[in-house]
C-alpha cells in the first residue's frame, strides 16, 4: 500500500462509495457532495502516488472508469430520489454522461495510437540520431500523463453542475456544468487528433533503424555489455557503466528493455536499447570485437549467436551463491572472474566451465573502496569506531542462511548500540528487505525501531558532545549542493522515449559537474551529524561503498557486499544464519575464511570489536590480507589495466578467427560451405543479411 496517507486514502475511497449510494437513498444532496468530494480526492492521490491498491482494482472488475460510471450512476438515482425523474435536468443528467462515455473511445483510441507510434523501434542514449532523422517534438505533456484519468475527471463540471442546480432548483446551473463537461471532452479529443499524422509524427522504423546503423557504421563500436533484465536489476548494468567509460576501446551498451533505460544511471557511453530480438539481429555490429554480459538470461542467445565477436560472462558481483557458478556460464568463450577464488569455484563446481577459459580481471567497480589504516587516534583516545550492519535480504525462498535479520538482526544490533566501549552503528539493508517476507520486513522495522532509540538516548548522553557549527555548515553545504543537482536536473527529463533518443546526447560537462558535486554531497554528509551518531541509511546515497569508507568494521550475511569488503582490509564478521557451524560454513563459503563467524546469537561478536579497538588484538589481519588477493587479485597492475588487457586480448583473438574465415571463404574448399551456414558469416557484395532462424 505505501505510506500510512496512501493507506488512509484508499480507506477514504472504499468507505467513499456506500456513503454515495446511502446519501442517494436518503436522499441528501449535501451529504453526496461531501462523499463525492471524498472519492475524487482519495482516488487522485492514489493515482498521483502509483499506490498498489488502484494499480490492481481493475483485475476485480472496479477499475478507473467503473468507479465515475458508479458515481455518476448513483448521482442519477439521487435525482429519481429527489423526485426530479421527469424534470428535464435528470434527462439532461442521462445524456450528458451517455455522449461523455462516448467520447471516452475516441479519446483511448487516440492517445493509445500516439504513444504505439511514438514508441521508437530502439530506443537511444548518446548517440547522435538527430542530425540523421526527424523525429519531432513530444505531445505537451498536460495531454499524454495520465490521459484517462484526466478525461474522466472532466465530469467535475457537470456533477457539480448538477449537484448545485438540484440544491437550488436551478435548471440553468445543471446544463451550464453539462455543458461544460461536453465541451472540454471534445476538445480534449480534438486536441489530440493533431499527433496522430504528418509531420507531428517519428519516422516509420525501418528509417530509425537505417539512422541507428549509420550511427554504428561512424563510430565502430568495438566493446558491447550486454544486459537483458528486469526494473529492479537495472543496478547490475549501472555497476559496469564507470568500466566501461575508461575502455580502450570505444564502448557500447546495448539493452533489451525500456525500462532498464529508465532506471539507468547517468553515463558517457553510447546506449542503444533494443526490445526486438530480430531488430538486433539486423543491427551492423560487425565491428564489435567483445561482447560482455553481466546476466545469464535467456535473451543473450540473441546476441551469442553471432561468431565475429568473442563473448565474456562478466557477472554483477563475486560471491559463494550458486549463481556465481551457473552452468550457462559455460556458452561464453571467457568467464572472467576477480581473482583465483572465482576460478577455483568453477573448477569445485564441475559445470562445464574450462579453466583455460577462465581469465582474472579483478574487480574495477571496487577502486572507490579505500583500504583501512585503523581507528585515527586509536579507539581509545580518537573517535567512535563505526561499525556497519549490512545485511541482505531474504531471498526467494525460506532458507535460514539466505539473512541474519530473522534470527539474528535484533540481536546483533543490540549488542552494537549497547557496547561499550562506545561503538556507532551504521544499518544499511538491502533494498529488497522485506519485499518478499512479511516477517523481514517487520524485523527491519524493529532493527529500525531500536537503532533510532538508541540514537535519540546518546544525543541526550552528555558524555557525547557535538561540534554544532560544523554541522550547520554541513547542512548548509548539502543544501547548496542539492539545489544545484536540481539545477543540473531541469532539462534532464524528456516528453517520450522519442524526444529522450533525439536529444539524449550527453552534456560532457554537466556530467563531470554531477559527478563531482556528488562526491562533495557524499563528504558533506559525513560532517552533518555527529560521528557517535547511529543512523539507518536507505535509499541510494549515500552509497554501499561511502559507507564502507566511513566503517572500521561490518557485519553481514553472504553476499557479494563481503567480498567488496574484504577490499578495504578491515575486520569484518559474517553471520552463520544456518548454524553450519564455523569450521563447515568456511568451507562452503570463501569469503569467510578471514571473517569472524557469528552465530545466531551474536555471542562472538566481541571478537570483532576487540579488532577494531585494538589491531594487536586482531589475530586474523595476515588472513585478510591473503584472503583480498586471493578473491579479488593482487593490487598491482590496477583492476582497470587488468580489465582493459583482458579486452584487448580477447579482441585479437576474435580478429585472428575472422582473419581466418576471411581467408578460407577466398580460397576455396569444404570450409565455405561451412561458413555459409553459420549465422551472421553470410555476406554478398549487395550486403544481403542472411535468414537464419535464431530461435
Not at 413 to 418: I, N, P, T
Amino acid at each position: 500500500m505505501g505510506s500510512a496517507a496512501e493507506l488512509a486514502a484508499a480507506v477514504l475511497m472504499m468507505l467513499g462509495f456506500p456513503c454515495l449510494m446511502l446519501a442517494a437513498l436518503v436522499p441528501s444532496i449535501p451529504a453526496f457532495a461531501a462523499a463525492a468530494a471524498v472519492t475524487y480526492l482519495a482516488d487522485h492521490y492514489l493515482h498521483r502516488k502509483g499506490s498498489y491498491l488502484v494499480n490492481r482494482l481493475s483485475k476485480v472488475r472496479a477499475g478507473l472508469s467503473i468507479r465515475f460510471l458508479i458515481r455518476q450512476l448513483l448521482l442519477i438515482l439521487l435525482l429519481a430520489r429527489l423526485s426530479l425523474a421527469d424534470n428535464l435536468i435528470y434527462y439532461g443528467a442521462i445524456a450528458c454522461f451517455i455522449a461523455f462515455y462516448g467520447l471516452q473511445a475516441p479519446h483511448g483510441a487516440l492517445a493509445t495510437l500516439i504513444r504505439n507510434r511514438r514508441r521508437m523501434p530502439v530506443a537511444t542514449r548518446n548517440v547522435d540520431l538527430a542530425s540523421r532523422v526527424r523525429i519531432p517534438d513530444a505531445p505537451p505533456r498536460v495531454l499524454l500523463h495520465r490521459a484517462a484519468e484526466k478525461m474522466l475527471h472532466l465530469d467535475l463540471a457537470a456533477v457539480t453542475g448538477i449537484l448545485v442546480g438540484a440544491q437550488l432548483d436551478s435548471a440553468a446551473t445543471g446544463y451550464t456544468g453539462i455543458g461544460i463537461t461536453l465541451a472540454l471532452g471534445i476538445l480534449y479529443v480534438v486536441a489530440l487528433v493533431p499527433y496522430v499524422r504528418g509531420r507531428k509524427i517519428p519516422p516509420k522504423p525501418e528509417k530509425v533503424l537505417a539512422a541507428v546503423d549509420g550511427w554504428l557504421r561512424e563510430y565502430r563500436p568495438e566493446t558491447v555489455l550486454y544486459f537483458s533484465g528486469s526494473k529492479d536489476s537495472a543496478y547490475q548494468v549501472n555497476m559496469w557503466l564507470e568500466t566501461m567509460e575508461q575502455l580502450d576501446t570505444r564502448p557500447l551498451v546495448v539493452l533489451r528493455e525500456r525500462v532498464i533505460l529508465q532506471n539507468l544511471a547517468p553515463t558517457t557511453v553510447p546506449v542503444i536499447c533494443v526490445p526486438g530480438g530480430v531488430h538486433l539481429m539486423n543491427m551492423d555490429l560487425s565491428t564489435v570485437r567483445v561482447a560482455l554480459y553481466a546476466a545469464n538470461v535467456g535473451k543473450n542467445i540473441h546476441l551469442l549467436r553471432v561468431p565475429t565477436m568473442k563473448h565474456v560472462f562478466i557477472g554483477h558481483g563475486d560471491s559463494d551463491k550458486l549463481a556465481s557458478v551457473n552452468p550457462f556460464s559455460k556458452v561464453y568463450d571467457e568467464v572472467w572472474t576477480a581473482g583465483r577464488a572465482g576460478r577455483d569455484r568453477y573448477a569445485i563446481a564441475d559445470v562445464g566451465v574450462r579453466d583455460d577459459d577462465i581469465v582474472e580481471v579483478g574487480r574495477p567497480q571496487l577502486a572507490p573502496i579505500q583500504t583501512w589504516q585503523g581507528v585515527p587516534g586509536g579507539a581509545a583516545g580518537g573517535r567512535c569506531p563505526t561499525v556497519l550492519y549490512a545485511p541482505t535480504w531474504e531471498g526467494w525462498d525460506d532458507n535460514p542462511g539466505n539473512t541474519s535479520i530473522l534470527l539474528a538482526g535484533e540481536t546483533i544490533v543490540k549488542k552494537l548500540v549497547e557496547a561499550d566501549p562506545a561503538v556507532r552503528v551504521l544499518y544499511k539493508p538491502h533494498p529488497f528487505t522485506g519485499t518478499r517476507s512479511a516477517r523481514a520486513k517487520a524485523a527491519h522495522q524493529r532493527i529500525v525501531a531500536l537503532i533510532e532509540k538508541a540514537a535519540a538516548e546518546r544525543a541526550a548522553d552528555a558524555r557525547f558532545t557535538a561540534d554544532t557549527a560544523e554541522q550547520t555548515r554541513a547542512k548548509a553545504e548539502l543544501a547548496r549542493i542539492e539545489a544545484r543537482l536540481a539545477e543540473l536536473a531541469v532539462g534532464t527529463d524528456k516528453g517520450d522515449e522519442a524526444e529522450a533518443t533525439r536529444d539524449g546526447l550527453v552534456d560532457v560537462a554537466r556530467h563531470e559537474e554531477t559527478a563531482r558535486l556528488r562526491e562533495e554531497w557524499n563528504a558533506a554528509y559525513w560532517r552533518s551529524f555527529p560521528e557517535w551518531e547511529h543512523r539507518v541509511i536507505t535509499g541510494a546515497q549515500p552509497r554501499l561503498y561511502d559507507c564502507f569508507n566511513v566503517s572500521d568494521a561490518m557485519v553481514s550475511d553472504i553476499s557479494s557486499v563481503v567480498s567488496d569488503f574484504i577490499a578495504s582490509g578491515k575486520p569484518y564478521a559474517v553471520t552463520d544464519s544456518a548454524e553450519l557451524g564455523v569450521e563447515e560454513f568456511k568451507r562452503q563459503n570463501t569469503a569467510v575464511r578471514a571473517a569472524v563467524i557469528l552465530s545466531n546469537s551474536a555471542a562472538e561478536l566481541g571478537g570483532l570489536l576487540d579488532a577494531v579497538r585494538d589491531p594487536a588484538a586482531d589475530p586474523l589481519a595476515e588472513d585478510r590480507g591473503e584472503l583480498k588477493r586471493y578473491l579479488l587479485g593482487p593490487d598491482e597492475p590496477k583492476s582497470i589495466d587488468q580489465f582493459n588487457t583482458a579486452v584487448a586480448q580477447l579482441a585479437l583473438k576474435a580478429e585472428t578467427r575472422n582473419l581466418g574465415q576471411t581467408s578460407r571463404i577466398t580460397t576455396g574448399g569444404p570450409d565455405v560451405e561451412l561458413a555459409d551456414a553459420v549465422p551472421g558469416q553470410r555476406a554478398s557484395a549487395a550486403g544481403e543479411a542472411d535468414g537464419i532462424n535464431a530461435g
